[in-house]
């Protein structure tokens, strides 16, 4: 066999090429750094050729994830009491990746009629044009009105709860349990609950689905979604699906994720306690209406919440009263220390006016009042009500004006 080539041998070309490969570091046998190393690659170099096409399992090519990607996903895995996670590069994608595995060419979907704008655009456009039917059911339909519902094409069942734009809740472990009973599928988008303040698989659901860009990043600077599964047929449902996609997650974005996952339980329960504070300042300001809110005792869904949930996020509800589109943006405009974005999670308070963006087929959403959809950050919550004080009196003189 010929003696491997001296680097002294090689061009100043291929040397500049090899010279970055370094050894593996030594720390000892017992040390080991807490951070798992970010490898940037396409190309796996396999140990001989027969193990080029071997089906041990091992990573052959970097798109299917390498060590910072699997160590995201038995984090994550291990949050949401799953067998498998599959990774994606935005929540959408991991609504759009949860649906493709569960339906095919033929099949209905019944869907919530408050879920994500971008999963009732999926439903509409590329599922209906792959032959999918999709049928929405009120935002707080009960089990035995959505198994009514069902026909012999029906495959699946796409919840949300809470909506979160208008926050209505379900009976989620009874509708998966009936969906189970007829064979039905469940997915969930439970990118409010975090995989934290409530548990999806463990109450039955098939598929459960976050934004991980919400907050799990916790920094509003990298985007990612998974999707969550406990029975085998489901998570080779997801593999296949990935694989045949061409679906992936940079190594980057996924050490950043990472990162946030760790100190997700401490941010939640900030967000959560400064939340209430917040919402329960804001049900006694005469310009408010109504605070759409599961943990207020006041909630149509408080107790479901109260069941299900460990706790509150920051994400919740505005109904003012009755007033001009000019003045609700007079509110938003005099606020200071809340942002105007349409995100949430982050570190960030954030304010949006919902009205033009809530759509509704099954059911005509009736808000009394225009409705504006807060996220509470890490900000001091007195800090908070001042700025939303400010907000409600160029409300209040934006009404005036108009009387």
């Given at each position: 066999m010929a003696k491997p080539t001296s680097r002294a041998d090689l061009s100043e070309a291929t040397r500049l090429l090899h010279g970055a490969e370094t050894p593996a570091q030594k720390l000892g046998v017992e040390a080991r750094v807490v951070?798992?190393?970010l490898q940037r690659a396409s190309t796996v170099l396999m140990p001989n050729a027969a193990s080029l096409y071997a089906s041990g399992g091992a990573p052959t090519?970097?798109?299917?994830?390498?060590?910072?990607q699997a160590a995201l996903e038995g984090a994550l895995a291990e949050l949401e009491g799953a067998s498998h996670l599959a990774l994606f590069?935005?929540?959408?994608?991991?609504?759009?990746?949860?649906?493709?595995a569960a339906l095919s060419a033929g099949d209905e979907l019944l869907a919530a009629d408050g879920v994500y704008r971008p999963t009732r655009r999926l439903c509409d456009g590329t599922l209906a044009r792959f032959g999918v039917t999709t049928r929405f059911y009120p935002a707080r339909a009960t089990v035995d009105e959505i198994m009514a519902l069902v026909g012999p094409q029906t495959r699946a069942i796409m919840l949300e709860s809470p909506a979160s734009l208008t926050f209505e809740m379900q009976d989620v472990p009874a509708i998966a349990a009936a969906a189970r009973a007829k064979g039905i599928l469940t997915l969930i988008d439970n990118t409010w609950g975090a995989g934290l303040l409530f548990k999806p698989l463990a109450a039955g659901v098939?598929?459960?689905?976050?934004?991980?860009?919400?907050?799990v990043s916790g920094a509003s600077d990298v985007f990612m979604g998974s999707v969550a599964v406990r029975r085998p047929p489901l998570?080779?449902?997801?593999?296949?699906?990935m694989l045949e996609t061409g679906w992936a997650v940079s190594p980057d974005d996924c050490?950043?994720?990472?990162?946030?996952?760790?100190?997700?339980?401490?941010?939640?329960r900030q967000h959560g306690e400064s939340a209430l504070i917040v919402a329960q300042w804001l049900q006694t300001q005469p310009e408010v209406q109504r605070v759409l809110c599961p943990a207020?005792?006041?909630?149509?869904?408080?107790?479901?919440?109260?069941?299900?949930?460990?706790?509150?996020?920051?994400?919740?509800?505005?109904?003012?009263?009755?007033?001009?589109?000019?003045?609700?943006?007079?509110?938003?405009?005099?606020?200071s220390l809340f942002g105007l974005?349409?995100?949430?999670?982050?570190?960030?308070?954030?304010?949006?006016?919902?009205?033009?963006q809530i759509q509704r087929t099954a059911k005509p959403w009736l808000g009394l009042g225009p409705l504006v959809r807060l996220h509470i950050g890490l900000e001091s919550p007195d800090d908070l009500m001042a700025d939303l004080r400010r907000g409600l009196d160029a409300f209040a003189q934006a009404c005036e004006g108009e009387a």
């Open positions: 951070n798992p190393p090519y970097g798109r299917l994830g390498l060590g910072v590069s935005s929540g959408a994608a991991a609504v759009t990746g949860a649906l493709l098939d598929f459960s689905i976050q934004a991980l860009t919400k907050y998570a080779k449902a997801l593999q296949t699906l050490y950043t994720m990472l990162r946030g996952l760790r100190t997700l339980p401490l941010r939640l207020l005792p006041s909630s149509e869904d408080h107790a479901i919440w109260k069941r299900d949930y460990s706790g509150v996020c920051g994400l919740f509800g505005v109904m003012l009263q009755p007033a001009p589109p000019k003045a609700v943006e007079a509110f938003l405009d005099a606020l974005g349409f995100s949430w999670g982050g570190f960030e308070s954030l304010a949006i006016h919902c009205d033009p």
